[in-house]
């Protein structure tokens, strides 16, 4: 049978047609209990009937209540509001019945003289915004509505209820796909925004930073974002604290979350990240595991952004950056590889070695190929033959592999690290199925079928022989003077992999050109935006003063205009004592006709 609180809906659901009655009623106080018996009925923890309710007809009634015709009586608009805002919080079919119904009356509300009846206008609003695009943009287009949203937030001594409910609103108002038209989000939405970021209640700074980050995600309200100087307040959030606890938690995993959507815009808002000093902090989270894994997953998230450069002076940074325990980024990060519990994580570390890799420069790639104790190339093949239940996307396998390929070019060319004999050994003790993965992603040649450890990469089978074409002609000739018949196929794949090893010079060395003229072309867009922002600012001293110096002459021509008006006043009291004191037959001196000096 029924219990708890099942037969209770199922008793309330009884008489839900007296509560229709009542909300029908001309009296008031009916209307009161009818709209309050409902919101009782929505309000259940363990399954509101939101649908028995709009099949009964309450929702006319109930849209019917908040009107203006009702303003007098702010009870019933709070008990008619709090039920829409319940069935607003259900399905998007019903959300979308309560906007079509009353989403100008709802947004009527906020100028209610009631505090409560705009705390829960908010709150439906909220609601709807949340459900998704369509019905976030139809919050924004009713007019006024956003601007009373901002006042209510400015207005001081805000209740916290109103601040809280108020700035999630604002922060559904911003996310969902597609983005918000970008004249909806003024610049006034997003100063509110990082303003919010930094108040003392946790709820309000987190809901804040959270609306940031779904701007981010965006390459047009990201502008609007960084022109209003957000980078400088997620990094100090992201580097100021190391306890990770109970809200501030949220606040940092947003931060950190922004930053990385940033950063992955481009190469410029990766520098003004590093150049706010966010890597720090970013670094630091990378070590919070258990309970803060989430934490994890998202600063090696930012993390992976940052590293997909196209500058290698970026990755130097990066490369030198050192956690808070002393060890270099570049160890931590091939830890995680292989060694962290959450899928999530391993990939984005994975896809932070492969950025490096790929705009390393040579002493840089060298620097990667000799890491100890975790090796990168070992590390960055576990990622290719990982047997996780979600492996790498085909765009991640792409990236791993080519980071691949570059350090064995780079062991080729320099003779470091990863020669044939140290490629034998790492891949030697291998299964034979993660092997097979791995000569069908990186072109490895089984040698020997017996030995399947004698391996060599197509395009690394030059370095045996000194990586000249030289040294492969003498071998194919010397072949050929022991036998009697000469392996043609033998000598193509030789004469093929001098080519193919020729090649992979020539990419490298193009790369490296490449390379350094996007390290050329984003500093000077950075010192670009750095000095337009420098003459922005002098303009505007220049711009104080001279309103500074056109108030003091408007002064000095009002003080000038009085003082005129004194002195033809004492010239005209002075004539009139002149005719009378002026003795008989002598001349008589008009000071009536003076011309006044200009001042």
């Given amino acids: 049978g029924l219990v708890g609180s099942e037969m209770c809906i199922r008793d309330r659901l009884e008489n839900l047609p007296e509560y229709i009655a009542n909300l029908t009623s001309d009296s008031e106080p009916y209307k009161l209990s009818g709209a309050r018996a409902i919101r009782k009925l929505l309000a259940d923890p363990d399954g509101a009937p939101i649908r028995q309710v709009i099949d009964a007809g309450a929702l006319p009634l109930l849209v019917e209540c908040i009107g203006q015709a009702f303003n007098s009586h702010p009870k019933l608009q709070f008990e008619a509001a709090w039920a829409l805002t319940n069935i607003a919080s259900g399905d998007s079919q019903s959300t979308n019945l309560v906007a079509e119904a009353s989403l100008d009356r709802v947004v009527g509300l906020l100028h209610s003289t009631s505090n409560e009846v705009v705390d829960q206008a908010v709150w439906c609003l909220g609601n709807v915004a949340g459900d998704g695009g369509p019905l976030r943009d139809a919050v924004h287009s009713v007019p006024g509505c956003m601007d009373r949203l901002l006042e209510l937030l400015h207005t001081p001594n805000q209740t916290v209820s109103m601040l809280r409910n108020t700035t999630w609103t604002l922060s559904n108002l911003c996310r969902g796909e597609p983005k918000p038209k970008a004249a909806f989000i003024t610049d006034e939405v997003v100063r509110t925004l990082i303003e919010l970021g930094y108040h003392a209640d946790a709820a309000v700074a987190a809901d804040a930073t959270w609306?940031?980050?779904?701007?981010?995600?965006?390459?047009?309200?990201?502008?609007?974002?960084?022109?209003?100087?957000?980078?400088?307040?997620?990094?100090?959030?992201?580097?100021?604290?190391?306890?990770?606890?109970?809200?501030?938690?949220?606040?940092?995993?947003?931060?950190?979350?922004?930053?990385?959507?940033?950063?992955?815009?481009?190469?410029?808002?990766?520098?003004?990240?590093?150049?706010?000093?966010?890597?720090?902090?970013?670094?630091?989270?990378?070590?919070?595991?258990?309970?803060?894994?989430?934490?994890?997953?998202?600063?090696?998230?930012?993390?992976?952004?940052?590293?997909?450069?196209?500058?290698?002076?970026?990755?130097?940074?990066?490369?030198?950056?050192?956690?808070?325990?002393?060890?270099?980024?570049?160890?931590?990060?091939?830890?995680?590889?292989?060694?962290s519990q959450r899928r999530p994580v391993r990939r984005n570390a994975a896809a932070a070695i492969a950025g490096l890799c790929a705009a390393a420069s040579g002493d840089q790639l060298e620097a990667m190929a000799k890491s100890e104790p975790r090796s990168t190339f070992t590390a960055l093949c576990d990622a290719l033959v990982s047997q996780d239940d979600t492996p790498l996307a085909a765009d991640e396998s792409t990236r791993v592999t080519h980071a691949v390929r570059r350090l064995l070019q780079c062991s080729r060319q320099r003779h470091v690290g990863l020669g044939r004999s140290h490629c034998d050994s790492l891949l030697g003790a291998r299964p034979a199925h993660e092997l097979a993965q791995l000569q069908m992603k990186l072109g490895l040649r089984v040698e020997e079928e017996n030995k399947p450890h004698l391996v060599s990469f197509a395009a690394d089978a030059d370095a045996d022989a000194g990586g000249s074409a030289a040294a492969a002609a003498a071998a194919v000739s010397s072949s050929s003077s022991s036998t009697s018949t000469v392996d043609t196929e033998g000598m193509m794949r030789e004469v093929a992999s001098v080519l193919e090893g020729f090649a992979a010079n020539q990419r490298a060395t193009l790369v490296a050109e490449l390379a350094e003229v996007r390290n050329t072309t984003a500093k000077t867009m950075v010192s670009k935006t750095e000095a337009n922002a420098a003459l922005q600012m002098q303009a505007a001293a220049h711009r104080r003063e001279v309103a500074g110096l056109q108030a003091r002459l408007e002064e000095a021509e009002r003080s000038a205009a009085v003082a005129r008006e004194k002195l033809q006043t004492v010239y005209s009291q002075l004539a009139s004592i002149t005719t009378l004191v002026q003795p008989i037959g002598t001349t008589t001196v008009s000071y009536t006709h003076l011309t006044l000096p200009t001042i």
Avoid: K
């Fill in 211 to 339: 609306g940031l980050r779904y701007l981010a995600s965006d390459p047009v309200h990201s502008e609007a974002l960084i022109r209003n100087g957000v980078v400088a307040g997620l990094a100090a959030r992201v580097c100021s604290s190391s306890d990770y606890t109970a809200d501030r938690n949220y606040v940092c995993s947003a931060s950190v979350m922004a930053l990385g959507l940033l950063a992955s815009h481009s190469d410029v808002n990766r520098q003004l990240v590093l150049n706010q000093g966010a890597l720090g902090g970013i670094v630091r989270m990378l070590r919070t595991e258990g309970s803060q894994s989430r934490l994890q997953e998202w600063a090696c998230e930012a993390l992976a952004s940052l590293c997909a450069t196209s500058l290698a002076s970026q990755v130097g940074v990066i490369m030198s950056a050192r956690d808070a325990a002393g060890f270099p980024v570049l160890d931590t990060v091939l830890t995680l590889v292989t060694g």
